[in-house]
């Protein structure tokens, strides 16, 4: 199967092509490579938007000009060729094409629906049969539901003994098959939205909700009652012996009393009492929940409850509570509720639903269609190598070549049918990848946002590691270069004020430190380069050797060394000895490493100075001046 993304060579000829076809004009040439004006347009454009002084044309040009002589000289590099940089702007260009690879209209319709649920309340019964773990299971357990549905339909038996004997969820089969309220965003959608689109007393047909299959019959429909936020008490009785619960209600009663009475502050005694550690660490508060999110009778009386109300004790499968109910609310807006229900979306088949449903449009647009008779075909006669699995837009795959992908998985089954089957399915998969990749291409024609995000982040990949590598990283490991450039500049470089400059040794213990010390003395003059790496050799993790430079008042270690300040409290640290090895008192930087962060900054500059001087004696760029005036 093809792997997107288009090449930077391709990627150059799409650019240039939709250049061509949309009149978009040449501004420049660099090493030969046309740059339309939309381009430097639209990234005119975004870098004034970021800049508190907006650059003028003719200063902005120069640095573009910069911009596009790096990556030249990176493709002159091959960098544009590397798996990492394929892979790397694979991934973006793959993920920045997703939101315009959609069917947005169906994922608005979706959203709509969603919410549209939310506004009422469906109470529903069900039968659930496993859906079996291959085709064949699925679809003898399919016909034995619809079978269950018909004789339900017909009256020879009812939905309640169908689930009774039948139904595979263990919690509702012993009533019949009675579920409670489905609210929105608490199941599957696929069982959630049969639910919402079944009418009261009928059954609904069989639906898939990757948990199982159901149908599904509706007892009631009711407008939704919104959200309650409240607290409570528990007091548990699940495992406890039957000889104790009697104290257990009286214990709970004793409790009613308390938050009954006038001034009492329920939250204190919920945190005091409660043995719901969850909610008893915040006053017993549950915050916000909606109908069916607690188990009954909770739920019910939580929302027959006035606000600001008491309730009286009352048992649960889990233990006695009370309940305050604070405050209500209804089903928020739409737009509230919108980012809401997108997170939600991303989280089922909804949010692959847009996609899916784009896919197969674009199949169409690109004439693809898959040969479904030629898996078997292929699998009886392996020598038909003319065998086509689909064509696209008139160019035919054929199932050999599938076939070849596939042994290169080692997933190939031996037994024909699975192979065909196993054929099929990696032809579907592999038309629809050509699908996408060319839709992709397609993007990179018709939509400017899209072809100007996307090269603009393969020119930042680009740009970015040939800097890495003339400048930033260059800097970083040039110490000789660096320490050279220091030299030559020395008169730039100055300190306000003197600066204590030293190693300073830290041992565990006054023996440790009594020991590197004669051991750092016989080592004569430290070099800087091995000092630390040789005292850790010697002495592992019972020491550690910190190269210094701080002027008075930035170190109290250092003011005590070398500015004659008291001997700063060690406290409990495990760095309470130390001493220092070649420690003196400057008045101005005596090598690169004393002010290594500007040198290293002006030594990248010189760097990238340096660079550009080559880079452009060795492209020709040739700027259209005319073209360049029609920049807006």
């Known amino acids: 199967m ?13 650019l240039l092509a939709v250049s061509a076809k949309n009149n978009d004009p040449v501004l ?33 040009v120069d640095m573009f000009v ?35 690879l959609r069917d947005q209209a169906l994922a608005d319709s979706l959203a709509k629906a969603s919410y549209e649920h939310t506004l009422e309340t469906v109470t529903v019964s069900h ?46 089969k012993v009533r019949g098959g009675f579920m409670g309220p489905v609210t929105a965003g608490r199941f599957p959608w696929a069982f959630e939205d049969m639910a919402y689109n079944t009418k009261v007393g009928e059954i609904s047909p069989i639906v898939n909700s990757g948990f199982g299959l159901h149908i599904i019959r509706v007892e009631k429909r009711e407008p939704a009652k919104g959200e309650v936020h409240a607290a409570h008490i528990l007091k548990l009785t699940r495992d406890i012996p039957e000889d104790r619960i009697p104290a257990i209600e009286a214990e709970i009663d004793s409790l009613y009393k308390v938050v009954s009475a006038p001034g009492a502050d329920f939250a204190e005694v919920a945190s005091r009492e409660s043995q719901d550690p969850g909610s008893a660490r915040k006053g017993g508060d549950l915050g916000w929940f909606g109908p069916g999110m607690m188990v009954q009778p909770f739920d019910s009386i939580s929302f027959a409850m006035a606000d600001g109300e008491i309730s009286k004790p009352f048992k649960t499968n889990f233990g006695y509570h009370i309940i305050k109910r604070y405050e209500h609310r209804g089903v928020a807006g739409f737009d509230e509720m919108r980012e809401q229900i ?69 997933m190939a089954p031996a037994e024909p049918k699975a192979l065909a089957e196993a054929l099929r399915q990696m032809a579907q998969a592999s038309m629809y990848e050509d699908v996408m990749e060319m839709a992709r291409e397609q993007l990179l024609q018709t939509n400017a946002e899209y072809r100007n995000l996307t090269n603009e982040y393969r020119d930042g990949i680009l740009m970015f590691e040939i800097s890495n590598r003339n400048v930033w990283d260059r ?42 010390k004669e051991y750092a003395e016989s080592l004569g ?36 060394l070398g500015f004659g300040q008291p001997k700063p409290a060690s ?62």
């Open 127 to 172: 039968v659930m049969l496993s859906s079996g773990q291959s085709a064949e299971e699925y679809d003898k357990a399919y016909a034995a539901l619809d079978s269950l549905r018909g004789a339900i339909i017909a009256g020879n038996t009812t939905f309640e003994d169908a689930a009774s004997i039948y139904s595979v969820d263990r919690a509702s």
């Open 525 to 560: 003059t430290p070099d800087p380069a091995t000092f630390a790496r040789m005292m850790t050799d010697k002495f592992g993790r019972d020491i550690k050797v910190e190269r210094v430079i701080a002027a008075k008042g930035e170190n109290p270690i250092t003011d005590f």
């Open 342 to 410: 997108n997170k939600q979306m991303e989280r089922d088949i909804r949010g692959v639903m847009p996609e899916q449903r784009r896919l197969e449009q674009l199949a169409k647009q690109f004439k693809a269609e898959l040969n479904p008779t030629s898996f078997d075909a292929y699998v009886a006669n392996t020598a038909d190598k003319k065998l086509n699995a689909y064509t696209i837009n008139g160019k035919a795959v054929t199932v050999a070549s599938i076939a070849d992908k596939l042994n290169a998985t080692g």
């Open 66 to 100: 910069n911009y596009k002589l790096k990556v030249a000289d990176a493709e002159a590099a091959g960098l544009d060729t590397t798996e990492a940089f394929n892979q790397e702007l694979t991934k973006y260009c793959n993920d920045l094409a997703r939101p315009y």
């Open 475 to 516: 800097a970083a490991k040039d110490t000789e270069g660096l320490e050279n450039f220091f030299r030559a500049h020395r008169d730039y470089y100055k300190f306000e004020s003197p600066k204590y400059k030293a190693f300073i040794v830290f041992a565990t213990s006054d023996s440790t430190m009594s020991k590197a």
């Open 571 to 632: 406290g409990n640290s495990r760095w309470s000895f130390y001493f220092p090895v070649a420690g003196k008192v400057i008045d101005a930087p005596e090598d690169a490493a004393d002010v290594k962060g500007a040198v290293t900054n002006d030594y990248q500059s010189e760097l990238e100075r340096e660079w550009l001087d080559r880079i452009h004696k060795k492209y020709k760029v040739k700027v259209n001046k005319k073209v360049l005036k029609e920049v807006k």
């Open 2 to 14: 093809k792997k997107y993304f288009v090449s930077a060579a391709v990627l150059g000829a799409v």
């Open 28 to 60: 420049m040439t660099v090493n030969g490579k046309k740059v339309p004006l939309s381009e430097f347009e639209y990234l005119y454009k975004k870098n004034n938007s970021q800049q508190l002084q907006p650059q003028t044309i003719d200063e902005y």
